[in-house]
């Protein structure tokens, strides 16, 4: 069976320092992998996106992954966090040809000044 | 991408009445949504597919009967939550698209009293 998770419920990190969130997967097959972010009030956002190719992905708002599959692994990484990257972060596996989607349990991120 | 709407945003009901939320896709043609569901805190569970034009399929665990989801046109979903109680207490959200991404709407945030 599919499974994502996210081994960490609740990251603090200082502003301007780095931030990287991890994400392990379970799947049969080629998983598309996605990093979604959702901020109070907001509906998700993607991130960034992995189905093939390049194993490291540029997204939006200056956030990569890198995809390993010798360790099922899609961690998602900023080099310098703001203070607007506080938000729950998932990371989602890909489960038919549909779109349909299998979450891990989130991310909180907290970033103080 | 796809521009999401839901509505209502919020609503309360009070036990034993039932609460339709609508979720409208503005600018894709959605032969599929998905309908999630994500408890205060929790990561986001698939309830259901929503299929153009034919039966909902449900996730292993969900009551089909409870949950009524019509599909009517490419660009409408609707879930009415029957005879909801304080359980069913929680934010849906749905989303459009393919495998390549989804897009989701903002949620609506019921509370049942």
């Known amino acids: ?113 | 991408g796809a521009v999401v709407s839901q509505h209502p945003s919020w609503v309360i009901c009070k036990s034993g009445t039932s609460v339709k939320i609508e979720c409208r896709s503005l600018d894709f043609q959605a032969t599929t949504m998905f309908w999630y569901r994500q408890f205060p805190k929790q990561s986001l569970m698939l309830m259901a597919t929503s299929n153009e034009g034919s039966k909902a399929t449900y996730e292993q665990g969900v009551e089909k009967d409870k949950f009524l989801i019509n599909h009517a046109s490419l660009t409408l979903s609707t879930l009415t939550v029957t005879s909801a109680h304080p359980e069913d207490s929680s934010f849906y959200i749905c989303s459009v698209g393919g495998r390549n991404e989804q897009y989701f709407g903002p949620g609506t945030r019921l509370t049942v009293t």
């Open chain 1, 1 to 113: 069976a599919q499974s994502v998770t996210q081994p960490d419920i609740h990251i603090t990190v200082s502003e301007g320092a780095s931030l990287e969130l991890r994400c392990n997967y379970s799947y049969g097959a080629t998983p598309y992998l996605f990093w979604y972010v959702q901020s109070p009030g907001q509906g998700l956002q993607l991130l960034l996106k992995y189905f093939s190719g390049d194993t490291l992905v540029q997204g939006i708002k200056g956030f990569e992954a890198e995809f390993k599959r010798s360790q099922s692994s899609f961690n998602l990484r900023k080099p310098s966090v703001h203070w607007s990257d506080a938000a729950e972060y998932f990371c989602a596996v890909g489960t038919d040809s549909w779109g349909k989607l299998q979450f891990g349990a989130g991310t909180q991120v907290v970033v103080t000044p």
